[in-house]
Structures are given as C-alpha cells and as structure tokens.
C-alpha cells in the first residue's frame, strides 16, 4: 500500500498520472476508495470471481506502464535532481 499512502509520484510531478491509476483501478473495482479498490483488486475473493487473466491483463496494460512512468532519481543534500547524464557525453 506504499503506492497509495507515500504518493511516489509527488517528487516527479506526475500527480496527474498517480490520479489516472487511482481512477483506473477505482473505476474497475467499482469501488470509490483507492486503498479499499486495490485491496480488492488483488484478494483472491475478487480474482477468482473474474477472469484472472483479464484482471491481470487489465493491471499490466492499463496500470503497470503508468507506474513504470515514475523512475527513480537521485537527489542531493538539497532534494535537487542529481543529474550525471553528462557522463554519457
């Protein structure tokens, strides 16, 4: 539940794509909790009475790219963006 209460999408600025997966799974769920809507998104209850393999087609197509979207980066003492891609040069 670290995605839900440590909203790791804040430092990135991609709030608007931490509002879309929350929508996404609330919406698919039928639930208007995020928390109470992934809790049930992944209890056996739930998956066994839907098809699994569209449940978990629906996460990896529809929710897991959104959240790959959020890559980690380093941060200095500062909490600035540490940026090496000089390096590449």
Known sequence: MALIEDDPFIAGNKFATFAKIQRRIRERVGVESTREAFLTFWS??????KNVI????FFENKISPLIRTNYFRNTDVTGQFVDDFWRID
């Open 44 to 49: 056996v209850d739930y998956l066994m009475s």
């Open 54 to 57: 569209q449940e978990i087609n």
